[in-house]
């Protein structure tokens, strides 16, 4: 598909108009106003939870992620971004690497001073049992089945649960079960929330096991080196900041392992379009991967 780019301008000129902007002007506001809300958007499920996202890198897929990801990580102060190969393609192929997942629920409410650990371990193992049973319809060999377990768990008299990870069906029978899931459910409380309460009556409200068929999955193929460090590519005005800048425009199979640049570019290919701005380097790595870094972190 090919923009009509006459058509693009007469839309967003109109819409400029009556908020007395000029058409670029009102082009990089439309962007600004979408990074900002997906921006948040990631906040919601980071820095709610007591997770720091300047410590993680941003990986960009879809169609439309790599074009903003480099923006939004640049305002949630990450300083690098990954672009896979395929990114349109991303999640189909993610889908075909995954493990298969069937999740299985029984409602367990009991407070701690009335838990029967022994009870919670067979409904557990009952819960894991029929999930295993169910991967035989999907193809999964025995051995590679496996299952793992969770309990949602509040504060009595709370109204929301946090999903506390079990090592095995049979660890609510230990002796010391109800001690070891309380401090483990106050670290995530305190993680999430910020404060605990250790000590407090806490209730277990529901029982989770997960089973989990292994199919096996390929290795990531490594993409071509690079013979020199030039590659095929033009050079375009591109607007950033409200100013035009000499931007490298290149085809994403023009490039290998081992090619590096600066910012400002655009990198086209046929499932994705990804925006390196000003300030940052883009280099591809052994699996064909754009790894995107803020040019002092580079």
């Not at 720091?52 to 790599?66: I, K, Q, T």
């Not at 990114?87 to 493990?99: C, D, E, I, N, Y």
């Not at 409410?109 to 894991?128: I, P, Q, R, T």
């Amino acid at each position: 598909m090919t923009l009509d780019t006459g058509a693009a301008a007469a839309a967003v000129g109109e819409l400029a108009g009556e908020f007395g902007l000029d058409v670029i002007a009102m082009a990089e506001g439309i962007c600004d106003v979408a990074n900002s809300k997906m921006a948040q958007a990631i906040r919601t499920i980071t820095v709610s939870r007591g997770i720091e996202p300047r410590e993680s890198s941003l990986v960009a897929f879809g169609g439309a992620g790599p074009m903003h990801a480099v923006f939004l990580a640049q305002e949630l102060g990450i300083a690098e971004t990954i672009v896979p190969r395929f990114p349109g393609a991303f999640s189909a192929w993610g889908m075909l690497q995954t493990r298969i997942r069937k999740d299985f629920t029984e409602p367990y409410f009991y407070l701690d001073a009335d838990l029967d650990g022994e009870d919670m371990s067979a409904v557990l193992s009952g819960l894991e049992k029929h999930g295993l049973a169910t991967l035989a319809d999907e193809g999964v060999q025995p051995e590679h089945r496996t299952a793992a377990h969770a309990v949602d768990i509040r504060y009595a008299a709370q109204e929301y649960t946090l999903t506390v990870p079990l090592t095995d069906a049979e660890e609510p029978s230990t002796p010391d079960f109800l001690s070891v899931i309380a401090e483990r459910f106050a670290q995530m409380h305190k993680s999430r929330y910020g404060h605990a309460n250790l000590g407090a009556p806490i209730e277990f409200v529901t029982l989770r096991s997960t089973a989990f068929g292994n199919l096996g999955r390929p290795e990531p193929q490594k993409w071509p080196r690079a013979d020199s460090p030039e590659f095929p590519h033009e050079v375009r005005q591109v607007v950033f900041g409200g100013a035009e800048r000499d931007t490298v425009v290149v085809r994403r199979d023009d490039l290998f392992t081992g090619h590096r640049f600066d910012g400002p570019a655009v990198i086209v290919e046929d499932t994705a379009t990804t925006v390196v701005p000003p300030g940052y380097e883009m280099s591809v790595d052994e699996i064909g991967s754009l790894i995107i870094r803020m040019k002092e972190q580079a």
